[in-house]
């Protein structure tokens, strides 16, 4: 901790790499924890999560009294995880089932060169010690990792065809309607409410003054002007939801 704080007071590199030095069996836990969750090599692992602990070094404040070792996993697991979805394919295998894969191609192309023709599922799976199932569900996941085009084509009618990205929603499309709805919902309450509570409510939430401002602008108290907003806000809420519940499947 006291050579933290020197870090924090005056950051140099050989007061950082002594730092590491004396956290790196935090990393090396770290990595053989990750390791046994994927197909990546634990020394790669391992000098990623060295980048996280740097990372951890150089942003830990010893005034917050928070224990280095808590504040540093985070950064360090992150790190890790980071360069596994860079790494790693949209779908994920059991770790042995990947390796029932590569121990399947080989099995079949040695039956190939034995028999003269291509093996079956069953004779793969004998080979293998597994069942003809397991066998093929090994398969379909490996074929089902790879990534699909947006290109590809869904259908095709008369005069054109139309692709898997046109049939994708428009995620930011929806949001803006979505919004657009509640802004709706929300000024039709808000025209329903008495003269003064409505403007209380629009003239803190929406142009953003104090309730002292706001009782001087409609000539009430500030104690006055809390009860109104509070009151409005619960005739807004009775106000919207039989609305929601009308519209909702």
């Known amino acids: 901790m006291e050579l933290l704080v020197s870090y924090h007071q005056n950051p140099s590199i050989e007061a950082r790499n002594r730092l590491v030095r004396l956290n790196a069996g935090l990393v090396r836990k770290i990595a053989h924890r ?7 090599p634990y020394e ?4 990623i999560g060295y980048l996280g602990l740097i990372r951890a070094i150089e942003r830990f404040d010893p005034c917050q009294g928070c224990a280095f070792s808590s504040f540093a996993v ?6 890790m995880l980071h360069f596994l ?4 394919s949209t779908v994920k295998i059991p770790r042995r089932w990947q390796d029932l894969q590569k121990e399947g191609q080989r099995v079949r192309e ?3 060169k034995t028999l003269g023709y291509q093996p079956s599922d069953t004779e793969v799976a004998t080979e293998l010690g597994i069942s003809t199932q397991e066998w093929r569900e090994v398969k379909l996941a490996t074929k089902n990792r790879s990534l699909l085009s947006l290109d590809a084509t869904v259908s095709q009618q008369a005069d054109s065809s139309v692709t898997l990205v046109d049939m994708l929603p428009d995620v930011r499309y929806q949001a803006l309607q979505n919004l657009e709805e ?3 919902q929300i000024q ?3 025209s329903q409410l008495e003269d003064k509570t409505r403007a209380a409510i629009e003239f ?7 309730r002292k401002e706001v009782a001087e602008r409609i000539g009430v108290s500030p104690m006055t002007v809390t009860r109104r907003i509070q009151r409005g806000i619960q005739q807004m809420i009775g106000l919207i939801q039989p609305q929601v519940l009308q519209t909702e499947p």
Do not use: H, N
């Open 182 to 184: 509640d802004q709706q």
């Open 110 to 112: 040695e039956l190939m």
């Open 74 to 79: 985070p950064y360090i697991r992150g790190e």
């Open 204 to 210: 803190v939430f929406f142009s953003d003054l104090s």
């Open 188 to 190: 039709k309450a808000l």
């Open 44 to 47: 790669d692992l391992e000098q």
């Open 34 to 40: 990750v390791s046994y969750q994927c197909a990546e």
């Open 85 to 88: 979805r860079d790494r790693g």
